[in-house]
């Protein structure tokens, strides 16, 4: 998968030095070209690009969005930074449809699409002439482009206009966009976008100029002036209405969604200000949210000033907003100071996740955070009893997979061994030196190793009792969780473990305790349960809890995920309501991996209802389940 040239990538030196500061960087500290990371194991394997030869640092959209063809169409005009002696730049390209690629003055570049990689996508390799700093494609995006979903209007909240909604991250922005695809070549970019008139374009970064209609089309511009690594740009497109939440925040969605939307996010200015108080200025202007129709596949995704969310976090009572401050964390952790490379994933998502806590902490109190974090430690222990406690893919450094491995150990793993750091250290020192990592690699790719040093240099700082009882190189490069780990408080949940210890003893539902519980506490109780349960006693909790009547969408899925593991068939109906109606992975994976665990029994309602509903996926959830049901070879 690796080609030749690799090798040579990680021997060449830098190639781009900081440049001056650019324009409305008010904190003055950004440099306007991030560099590229030049060791070892900060060379991307899943992007074909060679960045230490010649690099894209801008890129320049100018697009037109067609629903009838589901295609986007148009030119990206891509500003390079290169050695002088380069003979060619290589981009990531996955199924994008090349009409014609031309230098500034116009004159055709020669170029060529290398063979294809199921996964990666294909090499395109444009030649450069020795004077060559900017590069036009003029180039469609395919009908079938893996990051784009296009819905019908019968798939939207509104049924009166189709939408499209992109998801870039990992590996999947190269079906639209012809650019170097790797986290650690960051790029500005801007966008200037038409839609049919009528339709409203977002995208994650600034708007530029007023929207225009003329001639039946709306052009929307964006800029975003800051380098961000690429599977940050980001698109929605639909009938979109907007509503202010505070000062620098608002929500986009759907006019018929917007009054439940705005009433789930009403904590999201103070959000942002607890943020701002724990780790330092918010560095991107507008924080807005957008919520998608329910095929989107991500719980959300950060994308930089529009965090893109999933209708499923709705569930009335603002139960669930630790989504939003987990997205908004990645301002922080990911956005502004990211992966290089997607083995070290839980630099982005093991951080947030910590963040994300902290912040729960600061809005809603210690007893809401314990529960929590309790909940994300039970998630570790799970991924360690699936994968094997001491197995390879239990290390934070992970493995080669652009998805970063288990969710168990790249985010909570990650999340533990940073409260892990805090408990030590205590939580004043600590966060300043977290914050202080922040400032000082803002709009830079980071490493493991690059991670551990900083560490090492501003916090430890020679203290060998200290870098002993830490056990940084343990946690982050060997698998298994070290003895040190910071373990949740025992009371966070007492009351719901005593009363799942009288259940399980033979006792009978407490329906007037489930009632009063939150729903961290009912997801507690349903994943304490023991996973094999007579149907009597399944259908005594559901009666007794209302299970089947869902409401919040973590409470329905850990009961989906018991009741369909014992073969309970009122569960069946529900299940199949909950997957036709939203796309979310983390819910649509693990529902039809626990039928296809019940063999006779399962199989055969996972296959009837995935042939109904898999139309409706977003290809990152097909390509999960088409794996699960693909038979074994
Ligand atoms: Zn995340």
């Given amino acids: 998968m690796t080609p030749v040239l690799r090798a040579a990538l990680a021997a060449a030196l830098l190639l781009t030095a900081c440049r001056a500061s650019e324009p409305g960087n008010t904190l003055g500290t950004e440099p306007a070209i991030a560099p590229v990371l030049t060791t070892p194991d900060a060379v991307d394997t899943h992007s074909f690009a060679n960045p230490l030869e010649a690099r894209v640092t801008h890129v320049a959209l100018d697009l037109g969005i ?12 891509l500003d390079i930074d290169r050695r002088p002696d380069a003979k060619q730049i290589i981009l990531d390209d996955n199924g994008l449809e090349l009409e014609s690629i031309v230098d500034a003055s116009g004159q055709a570049l ?3 699409v290398g063979a294809t990689n199921q996964e990666l996508g294909a090499p395109l390799a444009i030649a450069l002439r020795p004077d060559t700093k900017r590069i036009l494609i003029r180039y469609k995006s395919a009908p079938n482009a893996g990051s784009l979903q296009w819905l019908t209007p019968e798939q ?6 189709p939408f499209l909604f992109s998801q870039g991250e990992s ?3 190269r079906t639209w966009i012809p650019t170097q695809d790797s986290p650690g070549i960051r790029q500005s970019w801007e966008a200037t976008i038409r839609v049919p008139a009528g339709m409203t374009a977002v995208m994650s970064a600034p708007r530029g100029r007023e929207p225009i209609t003329q001639g039946g089309e709306s052009t929307f511009s964006f800029r975003m002036d800051h380098s961000v690594a690429p599977y940050m740009i980001a698109i929605g497109v639909g009938d979109l209405a907007f509503r202010s939440l505070g000062p620098r925040t608002g929500v986009w969605t759907e006019p018929v969604m917007l009054d ?4 789930e996010l009403a904590d999201t200015e ?7 108080r724990l780790y330092g200025p918010y560095r991107w202007g507008r924080y807005d949210v957008i919520v998608l129709p329910p095929s989107f596949p991500y719980g959300g995704m950060e994308n930089p000033t529009l965090t893109f969310l999933t209708p499923t976090f709705i569930a009335g009572d603002r139960s669930l907003v630790g989504l939003v401050a ?5 301002s922080w952790s990911g956005n502004l100071v990211t992966n290089a490379v997607w083995s070290d994933s839980w630099l982005n998502e093991g951080v947030t996740s910590y963040f994300e806590n902290r912040i729960m902490e600061e809005l809603y109190g210690p007893a809401r955070a314990g529960q929590e974090a309790a909940l994300s430690w039970a998630d570790m222990e799970a991924a360690l009893r699936e994968l094997g406690p001491n197995a390879p893919g239990t290390r934070l450094h992970g493995d080669d997979d652009p998805d970063g491995g288990s969710s168990g150990i790249v985010y909570d793993k990650g999340a533990i061994f940073l409260r892990t750091m805090e408990r030590i250290v205590g939580r004043p020192r600590w966060d300043a030196w977290l ?16 991670f551990l040093a900083d560490l090492r240099a501003n916090l430890v700082r020679g203290d060998a009792a200290l870098e002993a009882r830490l056990e940084l190189d343990r946690w982050v490069y060997r698998p298994g969780v070290p003895d040190n780990a910071a373990r949740p408080d025992p009371a966070a949940f007492a009351a719901v473990d005593s009363a799942l210890a009288r259940f399980t003893a033979g006792g009978p539902a407490d329906a007037a305790a489930f009632a009063g519980w939150n729903w961290a506490e009912r997801v507690r109780f349903l994943k304490g349960l023991p996973r094999q349960l007579p149907q009597a006693r399944l259908a005594e909790i559901d009666r007794a809890f209302r299970l089947s009547a869902g409401g919040n969408a973590e409470v329905l899925f850990a009961w989906l995920r018991l009741a369909l593991g014992n073969r309970y068939a009122p569960a069946v109906p529900v299940a199949e309501h909950f997957l036709a109606q939203m796309g979310r992975a983390r819910f649509v994976q693990p529902l039809f991996d626990t039928l296809l665990h019940q063999g006779d029994w399962g199989r055969p309602i996972a296959e009837r209802i995935y042939a109904r509903t898999r139309p409706g996926y977003h290809s990152v959830t097909r390509e999960r389940v088409d794996r699960l049901l693909r038979p074994a070879s």
């Avoid at 439940?260 to 009433?263: H, I, K, L, N, Q």
């Avoid at 103070?270 to 701002?276: H, Q």
């Avoid at 202080?436 to 190793?449: E, G, L, W």
């Fill in 270 to 276: 103070r959000m942002v200000e607890a943020a701002e």
């Fill in 110 to 112: 020669q170029y060529q």
């Fill in 171 to 173: 590996i999947q922005n």
């Fill in 66 to 77: 067609d629903f009838d063809s589901k295609r986007i169409a148009g030119t990206a005009t």
């Fill in 260 to 263: 439940r939307a705005a009433a």
């Fill in 326 to 330: 987990h997205e908004l964390a990645h």
């Fill in 156 to 161: 939207t909240a509104g049924k009166k206009a």
């Fill in 435 to 450: 914050r202080s990592y922040f400032d000082r690699h803002a709009f830079q790719p980071m490493t493991s190793a690059r």
